[in-house]
């Protein structure tokens, strides 16, 4: 289980009622003043019901107010206040340089930091067998997780794996109707609700494909077809000003490196042979 109270409640936002959301947003707003909030208090101050207030609870994964308020208390004593006070600065017209380059890497860092916190070593010792295990393995992604899904088509086929990245809805569709139980779908989504990887991965659940998610957004319909969901930090709003987008694509593509290296740590003697062999063939393209 993650242990940190706002991440799990970022990683849910997308997929709240219009109430649950009232309550989420205050928590995120003022969540040291709530630790120290009775669930009556916190109803009034949110604006909602105390029902309410319980049912947000229980859909990130808590047993009730109390252990939100201790999951909390948790996130505040191990966090950099002053640093998460100005990780979320856009970039303005007037930022130098040195500016813009802080900014970004305090961005990274954030992202990054946080999806380590949210990942779960069973959950990746899980996903390493299954890749070991498949016979294929398909990275499905659009836009900025279609770069990453290359970069893991990459990555698997050196060390000498049947792997494939799916990049384009008409692919992913056919690829998705000969799919079987032997396989092994990645698919890598910020939103969890790309509606194109949606309805190819309904396909492939059908035919009994395995799938694993790797996504910002729990409760959404890939989360729930997903046989694991890798959860990469919901992070700061996404735009171009300020650098989210570019740093969710690195904390999908760190994910995808722990797994790839996972499996060559569990199949060392194999992956290595490939990796030298695949190595000495590149490097004849080199001048």
Same mark, same amino acid.
């Given at each position: 289980?993650v242990?940190n109270?706002?991440l799990?409640?970022?990683?849910y936002?997308n997929?709240?009622?219009?109430?649950e959301?009232k309550?989420a947003?205050?928590i995120?707003?003022?969540?040291?003043?709530?630790?120290?909030?009775?669930?009556t208090?916190?109803?009034?101050e949110?604006g909602v019901?105390e029902a309410?207030i319980?049912?947000l609870?229980?859909?990130?994964?808590?047993s009730?107010y109390?252990e939100?308020?201790?999951r909390l208390a948790q996130?505040?004593?191990g966090?950099?206040?002053?640093?998460r006070?100005?990780?979320?600065?856009?970039?303005?017209a007037n930022?130098d340089i040195?500016t813009?380059v802080k900014?970004?890497?305090?961005?990274?860092k954030? @992202?990054?930091d946080?999806?380590?916190?949210?990942?779960?070593?069973?959950? !990746?010792?899980?996903?390493? $067998?299954m890749? *070991?295990?498949?016979k294929?393995?398909?990275?499905?992604?659009y836009?900025s997780s279609?770069i990453?899904a290359r970069?893991?088509?990459?990555?698997?086929?050196r060390?000498?794996?049947?792997?494939e990245?799916i990049t384009?809805?008409h692919?992913q569709k056919?690829?998705s109707?000969f799919?079987n139980?032997d396989d092994?779908?990645?698919a890598?989504s910020?939103s969890g609700?790309?509606r194109?990887?949606?309805?190819a991965?309904?396909?492939?659940k059908?035919?009994g @494909?395995?799938?694993?998610?790797?996504?910002s957004?729990l409760g959404?319909l !890939?989360?729930?077809?997903? $046989?694991?969901n *890798?959860?990469t930090s919901?992070g700061?709003s996404?735009t171009?000003?300020?650098?989210?987008?570019?740093?969710?694509?690195l904390a999908?593509?760190?994910?995808l490196?722990i797994?790839?290296l996972?499996?060559t740590?569990a199949s060392?003697?194999?992956?290595v042979?490939?990796?030298n062999?695949?190595?000495?063939?590149?490097?004849?393209?080199?001048?």
């Open positions: 289980m242990n109270g706002i799990k409640i970022e990683n936002l997929q709240l009622n219009p109430a959301r309550v947003d205050y995120l707003a003022h969540r040291e003043k709530v630790i120290h909030l009775s669930i208090r916190l109803a009034k949110a019901s309410t319980v049912k609870c229980q859909r990130v994964g808590f009730g109390q939100l308020k201790i996130s505040e004593s966090e950099d206040r002053s640093e006070m100005h990780i979320y600065g856009e970039i303005k930022d040195k813009i900014k970004m890497f305090q961005t990274y954030y @992202t990054l946080n999806t380590e916190k949210l990942l779960e070593e069973d959950k !990746i010792k899980n996903c390493i $067998d890749i *070991l295990n498949s294929r393995i398909y990275f499905f992604g836009g279609g990453v970069g893991a088509e990459l990555k698997f086929k060390i000498n794996f049947q792997a990245a384009d809805v692919s056919m690829v109707s799919v139980k092994l779908i990645i890598i910020y609700r790309t194109e990887i949606i309805e991965l309904e396909v492939a059908g035919e @494909t395995k799938i694993i998610s790797v996504t957004n959404t !890939i989360t729930d077809m997903a $046989d694991i *890798l959860l919901y700061t996404n171009p000003l300020k650098g989210s987008d570019l740093a969710s694509r999908q593509q760190a994910i490196d797994l790839f996972g499996v740590a060392y003697q194999n992956t042979a490939a990796l062999k695949s190595g000495i063939i590149l490097q004849r393209n080199k001048l």
